[in-house]
């Protein structure tokens, strides 16, 4: 019975994004681009999936459910998951699509995805001839994965991105892994991001969505907002990294020296400035400027205040001063007394 599970556990999420199958086909269906090296996803992954616990795996075919308990762990590809549980859903396969492209997000994020509690209904879909042959045809088999919840001590990593939580919901259909629990952290060979509420990896948009008092810091530099996006790409070690990170409400960005707190920010790792926009107040010792934009260089120090941002409507930067007060004299060293002969 385990060995069988964990046969349907690795051809279901193996199947999770498959070809589109076409009667006849004289040319072999396109395949989706490859992710970058080291990107965090099951769906994505090139090769075989392997599943292992130590108390084993259950099969319940009620409930369409495969479960591993103690120890257990996901390998596929360059992603690995492991908790102390770990539960995959899984479905009657439907018809097989080519993935859709997916942008990144440009504005606030939409709310964390819930899977829902059943398998979502399938439909029929005609393939690109007129014909509608189902994906079990050609994989083997009639059922495929469509979630995966992971329980207890979750570690979601690659070789160069980890992620921690204490529960993962990774739904197949959206390719995005939601994290939750306490002290949620992301990390990276050069940023940290942190979260109170959810810490999502949106997959197909190569980007992280950190909400609730969410932080991302490297090094001395740190940015704080509501919600924090980090787009992450290769780097010239063909690494995944943060590239950009936008943060939205209440943000507070901390150098050296001042504070600037404003409603959205855009940082850029390469070149080190933040550009802060709504409502800027710019924080220095006693000091404090208000204006509508801002640029904050990380890697000099050096800070800008504008009334607008470009092509905005202008506004007077204002400031309120404040003197240091002044440090009481030193008292005068006491002379000493004349010695008498």
């Given at each position: 019975m385990n060995k069988a599970a964990l046969c349907l556990l690795a051809a279901?999420?193996?199947?999770?994004?498959?070809l589109v199958l076409a009667k006849e086909a004289k040319t072999p269906p396109a395949q989706p681009a490859p992710?970058?090296?080291?990107?965090?996803?099951?769906?994505?992954?090139s090769g075989q999936l392997e599943v292992t616990a130590d108390n084993g795996l259950e099969f319940v075919k009620d409930a369409k459910e495969v479960i591993a308990r103690v120890n257990a762990k996901a390998t596929r590809g360059n992603t690995t998951m492991t908790s102390d549980v770990m539960t995959a859903y899984f479905r009657t396969k439907k018809p097989v699509e080519t993935p859709k492209t997916q942008a990144p997000f440009k504005d606030k994020p939409p709310p964390a995805p819930v899977s829902p509690a059943v398998a979502p209904p399938q439909q029929s879909k005609p393939e690109s001839n007129g014909s509608a042959k189902p994906a079990?045809?050609?994989?083997?088999?009639?059922?495929?994965?469509?979630?995966?919840?992971?329980?207890?001590?979750?570690?979601?990593?690659?070789?160069?991105?980890?992620?921690?939580?204490?529960?993962?919901?990774?739904?197949?259909?959206?390719?995005?892994?939601?994290?939750t629990g306490d002290h949620l952290k992301m990390t990276t060979p050069r940023d940290i991001v942190t979260a109170r509420d959810t810490l999502e990896y949106w997959e197909n948009r190569h980007q992280a969505v950190a909400r609730g008092n969410a932080v991302a810091t490297s090094g001395e530099k740190r940015i704080q907002a509501d919600i924090l996006v980090a787009d992450f790409a290769e780097n010239k070690q063909k690494q995944m990294a943060i590239q950009v990170?936008?943060?939205?409400?209440?943000?507070?960005?901390?150098?050296?020296?001042?504070?600037?707190?404003?409603?959205?920010?855009d940082y850029t790792v390469e070149t080190g400035i933040v550009t802060v926009t709504g409502s800027v107040k710019m924080t220095r010792e006693n000091n404090q400027l208000n204006?509508?934009?801002?640029?904050?260089?990380?890697?000099?120090?050096?800070?800008?205040?504008?009334?607008?941002?470009?092509?905005?409507?202008?506004?007077?930067?204002?400031?309120l001063f404040v003197p240091s007060p002044k440090k009481a004299p030193a008292p005068a060293p006491a002379t000493p007394a004349p010695k008498v002969p």
């Open positions: 279901g999420l193996a199947a999770a994004a498959p992710a970058p090296a080291g990107d965090i996803g099951l769906s994505r992954s079990a045809d050609a994989e083997g088999g009639s059922d495929e994965v469509w979630r995966v919840t992971a329980d207890g001590k979750v570690e979601i990593f690659t070789p160069t991105q980890h992620a921690y939580g204490d529960h993962a919901d990774y739904n197949v259909d959206d390719a995005v892994v939601v994290l990170a936008h943060g939205y409400d209440h943000v507070i960005v901390t150098t050296a020296t001042e504070v600037v707190t404003g409603d959205r920010a204006g509508g934009y801002a640029v904050v260089n990380l890697n000099t120090g050096i800070s800008r205040l504008f009334p607008a941002p470009p092509g905005g409507k202008a506004e007077q930067v204002k400031g």
